[in-house]
């Protein structure tokens, strides 16, 4: 490897030589003729084969010369202000592709060409501030996958371990067995959540645009949820414009409007309130979704569509934190845009802005 890495620089370091030897040779060879012809038109003078021929040795000569001057400068100039940042550039990738993620740049600020690496550092230092938080994202990722899958399977196993005890009651016996059953079911759930997830991250669902009527999707996923508010003695209050029509996958924002309804009913006690609104908003159709749970501090607001994020702990065995984070990336895909107002004891309010259908797409897709 070394061998190669000085056959290969002798190389070209010869190349160089060849090439400032031909540009000036050519250089001085025109030179040399027009100063030639113009001294032998003005004053006459003829050169003997003598002198023409040391002339042209001596201009060789001075080609050489010229040539290894050249050379020598621009291997010089190159050292300094092309290997140099070069290498230390190269020496930054290494340890990134070792696993160092911490590793910055620093830039030259000269002057030439290292105002470019200048530039190709900045770019490499912001690559690996982004590979950073990624690396951490994965890390906290995992840690959280490996917490939620243990709590469910943890539940499924004492519940199986205490129904092979002797002696229990059959309503002992059904209750451990729906307990297994939920706990299955929560398992399942975060499986799902996360290979979805993973998908919309990894830009493996590519957004089917159709055009249909929002309400009616509205209306038909909250029927789902009948029996969870009916067993929660939940008042539902509906407030949905007609003839909304949007453009946009409908598959995907039935996801959307899923997890906000289970949410919005889940955290809201029993006789409670959950309310779905949808009116026209200019260009938009605006969602609103609002409950009358235990609410959201600021605090929590700020990081309420992040995975695995709960912000209310005493409602975490009731979700996975990977609900909002999916809707929100859902809703970017989709092109829309998600907030959310809430106050602690009063409830929130989930607001999903998703662009309408425009009248000539209307016209064209009756």
Not at 69 to 96: F, H, S, W
Request: contains cysteine; negative net charge; hydrophobic residues 40%.
């Amino acid at each position: 490897m070394i061998r190669d890495a000085k056959g290969r620089r002798i190389l070209l370091i010869l190349r160089r030589y060849i090439v400032f030897f031909l540009l000036i040779a050519f250089v001085i060879t025109c030179c040399m003729e027009l100063f030639l012809l113009t001294i032998q038109r003005t004053l006459g003078i003829r050169y003997t084969e003598e002198n023409i021929r040391m002339a042209a040795i001596l201009t060789f000569g001075n080609v050489v010369l010229l040539s290894v001057l050249c050379t020598v400068i621009d291997a010089v100039r190159r050292r300094y202000m092309v290997e140099r940042p070069v290498n230390r550039i190269v020496q930054g990738a290494e340890k990134l592709m070792q696993g160092d993620f911490s590793v910055r740049i620093e830039p030259f600020h000269g002057i030439d060409s290292e105002a470019e690496f200048d530039t190709i550092i900045d770019y490499f230092n912001r690559m690996a501030e982004e590979l950073s938080g990624v690396e951490t994202l994965r890390t906290d990722f995992i840690a959280n996958v490996s917490h939620e899958l243990k709590t469910p399977l943890a539940v499924i196993q004492n519940y199986g371990t205490m129904l092979q005890s002797p002696g229990l009651t059959e309503a002992q016996r059904m209750e451990y067995a729906r307990a297994i059953t939920e706990q299955s079911h929560r398992l399942a759930d975060l499986i799902t959540n996360i290979l979805k997830l993973n998908r919309l991250e990894n830009q493996q669902i590519y957004p089917v645009a159709k055009r249909y009527n929002l309400g009616e999707q509205l209306a038909g996923c909250l029927l789902n949820f009948e029996s969870t508010w009916e067993k929660k003695g939940i008042d539902i209050e509906t407030d949905i414009e007609e003839e909304v029509i949007v453009r946009s996958d409908e598959e995907l924002l039935s996801l959307v409007w899923s997890n906000l309804f289970s949410n919005a009913l889940k955290f809201t006690e029993d006789g409670g309130t959950v309310s779905v609104e949808l009116k026209s908003e200019g260009d938009y159709a605006a969602v609103r979704v609002s409950d009358t749970g235990c609410g959201i501090s600021p605090d929590t607001g700020k990081h309420i569509f992040e995975k695995f994020y709960q912000g209310d702990t005493s409602h975490a065995t009731q979700g996975n934190g990977l609900g909002l984070a999916l809707v929100k990336r859902v809703v970017d895909i989709v092109g829309g845009n998600i907030s959310v107002e809430s106050e602690v004891g009063k409830g929130s309010t989930f607001i999903v802005r998703i662009r309408r259908a425009a009248d000539g797409d209307i016209q064209k897709n009756p």
